[in-house]
């Protein structure tokens, strides 16, 4: 999530990015001026030179002018972060800077050529000069001056970016997540320092020696011209060697990555080399078995103790103790399960008990409750914690009549098996508990402890007494009815008074109201 991204640091990080630009534009226009290249005082090229003498004051305003454009745009550019609507669009503007502000810083050289273009063909149609000589010099260098000042702001501006500003504002990472943003590859950064170390060196000497020997009339050696060309597409193929020997491997690690986010460990990364990228692959894949092996170990531990509870012990709630909680309990129990069984053997109970057992609990966990133990047959269940809820007088009722159709579908599956019809009784009460970790150091459970269980357990065995599947408190039923106000769906209002019954352990009668 983007968020508090401070516009003023953002528009000061843009002017000197810009002022960048324009050193790289100044360092452009002078590298050539450094070099003193010979050339011919007569002819076409003494009318040329003494043509851009004539026009000086022109020339120079439209060469300010070719630059000013490019500028304004990079200075608008700068001023339009303080007018952002959003954090998002503060960060997707500052991403894209560099090489945003690399392109446009360029095209005062485009500018600047064709300006020269038309001076050209202004002094050929006027004066009768020969530009071909004067055409081919200025292309070369000026080419030379747009690729100079690309690549140096470019590296300049996206080292920058990437080392000490994006780390700023994204301190949490997840840049190529912003919406709208340019996701560069790492094979631009590659031809970036292939044209800075190799194609920019040998194009600009070339076209210097090619220049020098049109303009002085000399023979040009088509060798030298040969074997320039020959070291720029050795270059190239190294380049484009290397860049693969990265790219290939970083996208086997982002698929990779991906698998595993989809839960997907069986697989390996399959880099082998020696090198750092060899060293990444082996801890890459060390990191994945461990995630499986505590996946395992999590999806086990949720199968143990209710997934909730785990997901709460394993946030670091694992000290003794606890707090006070309001909550619902529910105990199920299957009537006359100890006469049934016996005519079974252990291992039909124990396939019955889990047959039942899994249609119970889907209930209760759709309705955001937890079974907290189960006790012989019995099943004890909490709604309200460990995560808090408002209504869990509610989600206990819903996942009682789930439970009621849930039998009901279980005892038509077993009819006509070896499997006897199943009863069960339920009996619901709310009120505070103490829920939390409780045990010794070396052996814990999160459980809750309370006169509110107690009573919620003997309501649940009166559903016998009462020929009752359901049984509910009358605190029950008001939290119920309180969460229902305006509602008549599922017949929440209409609950039964049962009896006032006397509960071991209370000393006022409870009233219990049934469906």
């Keep these: 999530m983007i968020s508090n991204i401070n516009k003023k640091y953002c528009f000061k990080i843009s002017l000197i990015y810009f002022a960048s630009v324009l050193f790289a534009n100044l360092m452009g226009m002078l ?73 446009v810083g360029s ?83 590659f031809i970036v320092f292939f044209i800075s170390i190799c194609f920019f060196p040998i194009v600009f000497l070339l076209s210097s020696f090619i220049s020098v020997h049109l303009n002085n009339g000399l023979e040009i050696n088509f060798d030298t011209v040969k074997t320039a060309v020959i070291l720029l597409f050795s270059g190239l193929a190294l380049t484009i060697t290397f860049m693969r020997l990265f790219t290939i491997p970083l996208k086997k690690l982002t698929a990779q990555t991906i698998k595993i986010k ?39 531990f949720g199968k143990i103790v209710d997934p909730n509870v785990r997901d709460y012990l394993l946030k670091g709630n694992v000290a003794l103790g606890g707090e006070t909680r309001n909550v619902t309990i529910m105990f199920c129990d299957i009537r006359n399960f100890t006469a049934m069984s016996e005519s079974m053997s252990p291992e039909k109970v124990v396939s019955l008990l889990n047959k039942y057992f899994t249609e119970m ?68 009460h709310s009120g505070d508990v103490l829920a939390g970790n409780i045990g010794a150091e070396n052996r814990i459970e999160y459980t809750v402890i309370g006169d509110t269980v107690n009573t919620a357990s003997r309501i649940e065995s009166l559903c016998k007494s009462y020929q009752k599947d359901l049984l509910i408190s009358e605190s029950t039923c008001q939290l119920i009815l309180d969460s229902v106000v305006g509602e008549n769906s599922a017949g929440q209002n209409d609950f039964v008074f049962v009896d006032e019954a006397d509960i071991r352990g209370k000393t006022e009668k409870v009233k219990l109201f049934t469906m």
């Excluded at 004067?134 to 501006?157: C, K, Q």
């Excluded at 880099?271 to 750092?276: G, H, K, L, P, R």
């Excluded at 189960?374 to 709604?383: H, L, S």
Aim: proline share 3%; aromatic share 12%; charged share 20%.
């Design 262 to 300: 989809k839960g997907n460990y069986d697989s390996k990364l399959d880099i082998v080399s020696n090198d750092e990228m060899g060293i990444l692959s082996d801890a890459f894949n060390d990191m994945t078995e461990s995630i499986k092996e505590k996946e395992f170990m999590r999806s086990t």
């Design 361 to 428: 609990e889907k209930c209760i966990s759709k309705n955001h409750g937890i079974i907290n133990k189960y006790i012989g047959d019995a099943v004890m269940g909490i709604f309200g914690a460990p995560v808090k809820s408002e209504n869990h007088a509610l989600d206990a009722f819903n996942a009682a009549m789930e439970m009621r159709v849930a039998l009901a579908a279980l005892n038509k599956k077993l009819e006509g098996s070896d499997f006897p019809q199943i009863a069960f009784g339920i009996g619901l």
């Design 107 to 189: 095209f005062g050289w485009v500018f600047n050529f064709l300006t020269e273009l038309i001076f050209l063909l202004y002094a050929k149609i006027v004066l009768g000069i020969q530009i071909g000589f004067i055409f081919f010099t200025s292309v070369l260098f000026l080419t030379m001056e747009g690729i100079f000042t690309f690549v140096i702001s470019y590296l300049v501006l996206e080292t920058v970016n990437r080392l000490a500003v994006l780390p700023k504002i994204f301190p949490a990472g997840e840049v190529t997540k912003v919406p709208g943003i340019k996701n560069l590859s790492l094979g631009l950064m």
């Design 31 to 103: 590298f050539p001026m450094a070099m003193d290249f010979p050339t011919i005082e007569e002819g076409s090229m003494i009318k040329w030179i003494a043509f851009t003498d004539d026009h000086n004051v022109i020339i120079t305003i439209l060469t300010f002018l070719c630059f000013f454009v490019p500028s304004a745009i990079c200075v608008k550019h700068c001023f339009s972060f303080l007018r952002a609507k959003s954090d998002e669009e503060v960060a997707r503007k500052i991403i894209n800077l560099p090489l945003k502000f690399s392109v």
